[in-house]
T-cell receptor, first 114, second 112 residues
C-alpha cells in the first residue's frame, strides 16, 4: 500500500494560464475524490469518480474546471484560464467501494495564481 | 444539507494536559463521522471514525471520540497531549456516496 500520490506538490502560475494536476490513488481503490482547501478552511468537495465514471460534481466546479479518470486508475484535474481565486490546496482521496470504507488522502497540490 | 461546526478555531493547551475538541454536525440520517489531522502543508490523516455500534471510538495516537446523537456531537479527546500533537484537526461527516463534509478546523497549539 503505497498511499495516494499527487503531482506536482506545488504549482505557481500566472492568471489566465491553464494548469493540470495528477492524482494516483491506492491501487485497489475504485472511488476517487477531489477536494479544494483554501487557507483557514476545511476541504470542500469538488467531484468524485467511481472507476472511470464521474458521478457527482459540486457547484463549486465551474466550467473552467474539468476532471478525468480515463482508465479508472489515475485522475487529472485541469483548471483553464486560472484566476487568483483558484489559489488553494487541491486534495485527492481514494477509497474502496463500500459503505464504511475510509477515504485516504494524498499530500495535496498547492496552487498559487499570481 | 449536511454541515459540520467546529466552534473553536484555535486552542492552546500545555503539554501533558487533557484535550477536548468540539464538533457538532447536521445530517438527516445516521451519520458517518470522522476526525482527521493535518500537519502544515500536508494532506489529511485519519485519526478515527464512527459508523455504528459503540459510541466511544478509539483512534490512533491515543485519541478517542464520543458520538452523542442527542447532542449531534462527536467530540475528540486525548488525556495527555504531546508537543507532536500540534496540528489542525478536522471533523467531517459522510454524505451521499461518502463524500465528506468538513468543519472549518481547529488549530491546536501546545505550550511546553
Amino acid at each position: 500500500d503505497t498511499g495516494v500520490s499527487q503531482d506536482p506538490r506545488h504549482k505557481i502560475t500566472k492568471r489566465g494560464q491553464n494548469v493540470t494536476f495528477r492524482c494516483d490513488p491506492i491501487s485497489e481503490h475504485n472511488r476517487l475524490y477531489w477536494y479544494r482547501q483554501t487557507l483557514g478552511q476545511g476541504p470542500e468537495f469538488l467531484t468524485y469518480f467511481q472507476n472511470e465514471a464521474q458521478l457527482e460534481k459540486s457547484r463549486l466546479l465551474s466550467d473552467r474546471f474539468s476532471a478525468e479518470r480515463p482508465k479508472g486508475s489515475f485522475s487529472t484535474l485541469e483548471i483553464q484560464r486560472t484566476e487568483q481565486g483558484d489559489s488553494a490546496m487541491y486534495l485527492c482521496a481514494s477509497r474502496r467501494q463500500g459503505g464504511t470504507d475510509t477515504q485516504y488522502f494524498g499530500p495535496g497540490t498547492r496552487l498559487t495564481v499570481l | 444539507a449536511q454541515s459540520v461546526t467546529q466552534p473553536d478555531i484555535h486552542i492552546t493547551v500545555s503539554e501533558g494536559a487533557s484535550l477536548e475538541l468540539r464538533c457538532n454536525y447536521s445530517y438527516g440520517a445516521t451519520p458517518y463521522l470522522f476526525w482527521y489531522v493535518q500537519s502544515p502543508g500536508q494532506g489529511l490523516q485519519l485519526l478515527l471514525k464512527y459508523f455504528s455500534g459503540d459510541t466511544l471510538v478509539q483512534g490512533i495516537k491515543g485519541f478517542e471520540a464520543e458520538f452523542k446523537r442527542s447532542q449531534s456531537s462527536f467530540n475528540l479527546r486525548k488525556p495527555s497531549v504531546h508537543w507532536s500533537d500540534a496540528a489542525e484537526y478536522f471533523c467531517a461527516v459522510g454524505a451521499g456516496a461518502q463524500k465528506l463534509v468538513f468543519g472549518q478546523g481547529t488549530r491546536l497549539t501546545i505550550n511546553p
